[in-house]
Structures are given as structure tokens and as C-alpha cells.
């Protein structure tokens, strides 16, 4: 924690009921703003950080911020399934139907005739980890297909893609340049799948949330707002493998 930046962000008008935190991040040359599933932000600032400046970009975030937080403390209890013939699932926006199928001869999960099968799996977890593997494959060969054009329309070098369970976040990338993204996003629609990996790629060039970061982002996709509100109505009901 950074004692002179706590008491600048302090001073500032932050909602009384806010859970918040500051962490030093010495790799990192500006502020960065975070804000948990359950309404917490976390400011990751630099080592030598200003407590003035932090507290100035702060101050001028706070509108947006307030809306974020507000809206991750109400969002809905994450969705949870029941791995039985016929529940459904999401692939790129399209739904499938579970079809569990007989164990044994190097049988995966895979798409068939619109069916979404499972080689019956020994626990609900093994089925959740069998489910989210085939999101992680496929989703590897499709980002890794797309993002390419992506990233030198944004002008940056990245050292390829992969899809895997992030935890809470959607996405991340490396300092290598390395993109990471959480297999619950290959639910979405390829628009808004799209929308995750810009915002990833643009933080390539440009650190934090702040207007120029926005601009990068609409420079890539004019309709960046459209899609941004189509993924806040959406991502709360994304299943990330809860079962019952």
C-alpha cells in the first residue's frame, strides 16, 4: 500500500460505502483501475506515482467508476448448471443442447448435429473440466485465426493468444504482448468476443481506462459503445462452471 496515495484518493469524494485499495505495481508507469465481481477497486499505481496526479485521473474517473461499481454490486448470482441431456450451452452466440454420450473410444467433447456431447463424465466437476477444455481449444484456434488482423490494424506485436480460466477477469495480457482470455467468453457472439480482444490489444499501446484509451478503442470499432453495452447487459449470465 502507498500511504501518501491512500490519503490522496482518500480526500477525494469516494462513496463512504466503496471497498477499496491501493497496491503498488513497481512494472507498471501509470495508473490502473480495477473493479472486482463484487464491487471492489483495486488502484494499482507505480512505485514513484504522484499522489496528486493519481488523485486528479482518479477524481476525473469517478462518474464512469461509480457506474461499474454499481452495476458489478448488483449484478445477479452467477449462473449455475446442471451437466443433464439437454441443458444448454453457449458457442460463439449459438445455443447447443447437452447430449451425454458413452465413455471409451477416445471420445471428446465436440459440436455434433447441433448437439453439444459429452462422453459421460465420473463427477459434475470432471464434466465442468471436460466443457471448459473444448471452450479453451476451440477458442484458441479461432482467436488465433482473428486476432492477427486485429493487432496490426492497432499497430502492435503480440506473441499470440490463448484462452483459459482467468478467474474473475475476461481478459489480461502479458508484458510480453501475450493475450489471455477466459474460455467463458467464447459464449458471446463473435462481436462482442471481438470487443474483449480490442480492449486487450489496445492496452498494448495504452495503459489504464483513461480518453485515450476510449479513442484507441473506437478507432478499431466505431461501434465500441454499442458493443460495450450489449456486453454489460450480457457477460452477468455468462456460466463460468458452477454446477448443482
Known amino acids: 500500500m502507498s500511504t501518501p496515495v491512500q490519503?490522496?484518493?482518500?480526500a477525494l469524494p469516494v462513496p463512504g460505502d466503496w471497498v477499496w485499495q491501493v497496491v503498488v505495481r513497481p512494472r507498471r508507469r501509470t495508473l490502473a483501475i480495477d473493479v472486482a465481481d463484487d464491487g471492489e477497486v483495486l488502484f494499482?499505481?507505480?512505485?514513484?506515482?504522484d499522489p496528486t496526479a493519481v488523485a486528479e485521473a482518479v477524481r476525473s474517473r469517478l462518474p464512469?467508476?461509480?457506474?461499474?461499481?454499481?452495476?458489478?454490486?448488483?449484478?445477479p448470482a452467477e449462473p449455475v448448471k446442471e451437466l443433464i441431456g439437454g441443458a444448454s450451452f453457449s458457442y460463439l452466440g449459438r445455443r447447443y443442447r447437452l447430449k451425454l454420450v458413452?465413455?471409451?473410444?477416445?471420445?471428446?467433447?465436440?459440436?455434433?448435429?447441433?448437439?453439444?456431447?459429452?462422453p459421460r463424465p465420473d463427477s459434475a466437476q470432471?464434466?465442468?473440466?471436460?466443457?471448459?477444455?473444448?471452450?479453451?481449444?476451440?477458442g484458441t484456434r479461432w482467436l488465433s485465426a482473428r486476432f492477427p488482423s486485429y493487432a496490426s490494424r492497432i499497430g502492435v506485436m503480440s506473441c499470440g493468444i490463448q484462452v483459459g480460466d482467468l478467474g474473475s477477469r475476461w481478459g489480461a495480457r502479458d508484458q510480453d504482448g501475450f493475450i489471455r482470455m477466459h474460455w467463458a467468453v467464447m459464449?458471446?457472439?463473435p462481436s462482442l468476443v471481438?470487443?474483449?480482444?480490442?480492449?486487450?490489444?489496445c492496452h498494448l499501446r495504452v495503459e489504464g481506462h483513461g480518453a485515450a484509451f476510449r479513442r484507441q478503442v473506437r478507432?478499431?470499432?466505431?461501434?465500441?459503445?454499442?458493443?460495450?453495452?450489449?456486453?454489460?447487459?450480457?457477460?452477468?449470465?455468462?456460466?463460468?462452471?458452477?454446477?448443482?
Open 7 to 10: 490519503q490522496a484518493i482518500a
Open 44 to 49: 494499482a499505481v507505480p512505485s514513484d506515482a
Open 64 to 75: 464512469r467508476l461509480a457506474l461499474e461499481v454499481r452495476r458489478r454490486q448488483l449484478r
Open 102 to 118: 458413452p465413455e471409451g473410444g477416445g471420445r471428446r467433447v465436440r459440436l455434433r448435429r447441433g448437439w453439444l456431447e459429452l
Open 126 to 138: 470432471d464434466g465442468v473440466r471436460r466443457i471448459a477444455e473444448w471452450y479453451e481449444i476451440c
Open 187 to 189: 459464449q458471446l457472439p
Open 194 to 201: 471481438d470487443l474483449v480482444l480490442v480492449h486487450e490489444l
Open 219 to 244: 478507432l478499431v470499432l466505431p461501434d465500441a459503445d454499442v458493443r460495450e453495452a450489449a456486453f454489460g447487459r450480457t457477460e452477468p449470465g455468462l456460466w463460468r462452471g458452477a454446477v448443482r
